[in-house]
């Protein structure tokens, strides 16, 4: 099995910036999380973005959507940012692809002490292999369908609706 | 759905003593790792033994089987030293309960940096949730079936057989 | 020999918040990195303030000054934003304590990964103990004289003048 | 100020090898460690040797004191095993040389959370800097004449004697 993960931005992927003071993207912390993971199947890395997401706009959701569209391997991670993650989810889950997308993030930057980043990479792995074909957020050592889930913002934490 | 993670020692779990010089087993750092991951769902932490895999005994593995067979939990994740980790596997799969048997561990201690350990605990907790009834280990970004993996001593990882 | 430790926030001791996303103040991160120091002469520590730098005001200026001529310790080093060290170094070097003052703070906040933190701590404490009595800036692996020091904002580090 | 830091190995650079399950040496960290640390003056770094200080022979004591004679620069940190770190500073005190030299090390290793290296090495540097020729000890937030100084080896820390 081949694995295919996006990176977009987000908080997962966000640096300190030493100069401004603020977090800013910088070179994606996903090619050094992945060989620290010692994943040994194959695995396309495709840094598509670097955005924090709640300034995404209609196309880079489209360019999203293409992304996973053209994908050769049919599972596939994305990394994003947890604010408009659900947003991005109900466009690639209304296209009904025949693949199974699982988006992830992070709560604290990956190179923060104490990020849940690296834990929710390796969930959402294990999600794309196993997961049947569909739309997914995973968060909070959870699987949601794309259609039933929220960001609980006053918690800091996902939950499904109703 | 509740998860249970038994914890059994291994290299996952293993602490520098400042007073030897040597790697030793102290406080779980399971607790704080299952907090920084954020999970939001009931998680049942059960510190079981902590050893080294390769001076598990017998009579230790049929512990290990007696948490799971007496798991309220269909969902288990067994964190376990990766020397050994298939024998246990063995022991489990022989048993046929009727649960999703998980054991994961790391080639790194989790207090390393560039440990694998907390991406292999999420990946490990996706597949209990995901996959069918049975016995995995779930290593180096893949999930495999107890009785079709070797770990590859000269590499460090694990493969399937033949 | 005693030593004091004083905080006033600064880069050095922020936290990345998950619900706002935004690099706040909260619990000190100084006992934990004392403890971890591992000192063993006797350490007071005194959590002054929790702000920005950019922020502070002439009376908290003043606030510090204040602590500084009440220490019974005569060897102190402060935790400070770098942005405006060097003007709580002129109030401090211009009141002239028979004290030996070390500001020292960070680049990069202590709990992300490559941070500067740690090191400036050690630097500061030893500069504290050894240096005659004055007001130093510590930042970039030298002591500063207050009075002959700048932060070049450009490149992000401490230089003499001229 | 030019400083020279010579590497010997010890706790400081020790590193987990996945293969063995041991603690061994590799690439030294020091490089990366001095680059997070943010130096901003000239530094030369030499790794000398990588060894356990227990496995320390005495023509490599005269391998380090070879190496401080030999020094263009006058201010010089040694990293060292602490467990004859006090055997390799007499022998270097017996020399007498017109320099300053500070050996440090730690108690847990560099790349292992909680380690005290980064602070240690940070103190080493700045009593370099600042303390008149001489050789000296930099553990546990203190500094210790050479002639002055054990490790307290059930306690796990160095103290002055008598």
């Known amino acids: ?68 569209r053209q994908s050769a391997e049919a599972r596939i991670v994305i990394i994003h940012g947890t604010d408009t993650m659900r947003d991005t989810a109900a466009v690639l889950g209304a296209a009904a692809l025949a693949k199974t997308i699982v988006l992830t993030g992070a709560m604290v930057p990956y190179l923060s002490h104490d990020s849940d980043a690296f834990f929710n990479l390796g969930f959402a792995c294990a999600a794309a292999a196993l997961a049947p074909h569909g739309v997914y957020i995973a ?22 609706l109703g």
């Open 1 to 68: 099995m081949t694995l295919r993960i996006i990176a977009t931005g987000g908080t997962f992927d966000k640096h300190y910036d030493p100069l401004s003071g603020k977090l800013i993207f910088a070179d994606s912390v996903l090619p050094g999380a992945l060989q620290r993971a010692r994943i040994a199947q194959d695995c396309v890395f495709e840094p598509l973005m670097a955005i924090d997401s709640l300034d995404m706009q209609d196309h880079q959701r489209q360019q999203v959507l293409q992304s996973c």
């Open 139 to 160: 968060m909070n050592g959870q699987l949601f369908n794309w259609d039933n889930v929220t960001k609980n913002r006053r918690q800091g934490r996902f939950e499904t």
